[in-house]
């Protein structure tokens, strides 16, 4: 059985930075996709950035561009996001992953396994 470990999590003011990490367990992603997702407060979940197992493409929501990092550690199994805070990045942050290389690596749906997410606040 696949599991999807989130650690990383934490309390960062404002202009600061957090490395999200996310192991899998249970199997191998040689292929497919991993992504993070984040809810933030009485909202929606919502997507933030991706990465193909194989090619390494990565993609993100435009409100992160150029302040997140997604990349994988294929000898750990691990997805990492690192980040850098601003106050509206302030959500519970889940990994998700799937075996197959989905087109709509921004849709909920397409996701086979998820984590059980982190919490990330950031003080203004």
């Known amino acids: 059985q696949v599991q999807l470990v989130e650690s990383g999590g934490g309390l960062v003011q404002a202009g600061g930075s957090l490395r999200l990490s996310c192991a899998a367990s249970g199997r191998a992603f040689s292929s497919g996709v991993m992504g993070w997702f984040r809810q933030p407060p009485g909202k929606e979940r919502e997507f933030v950035a991706a990465?193909?197992?194989?090619?390494?493409?990565t993609y993100y929501v435009d409100s992160v561009k150029g302040r997140f990092t997604i990349s994988r550690d294929y000898a750990k199994n691990t997805v990492h996001l690192q980040m850098d805070m601003k106050p509206e990045d302030t959500a519970v942050y889940y990994c998700?992953?799937?075996?197959?290389?989905?087109?709509?690596?921004?849709?909920?749906?397409?996701?086979?396994?998820w984590g059980r997410g982190t919490q990330v606040t950031v003080s203004s």
């Open positions: 990465i193909r197992w194989s090619a390494g493409s």
């Open positions: 998700a992953a799937t075996r197959f290389s989905i087109a709509a690596y921004w849709d909920t749906k397409y996701y086979e396994y």
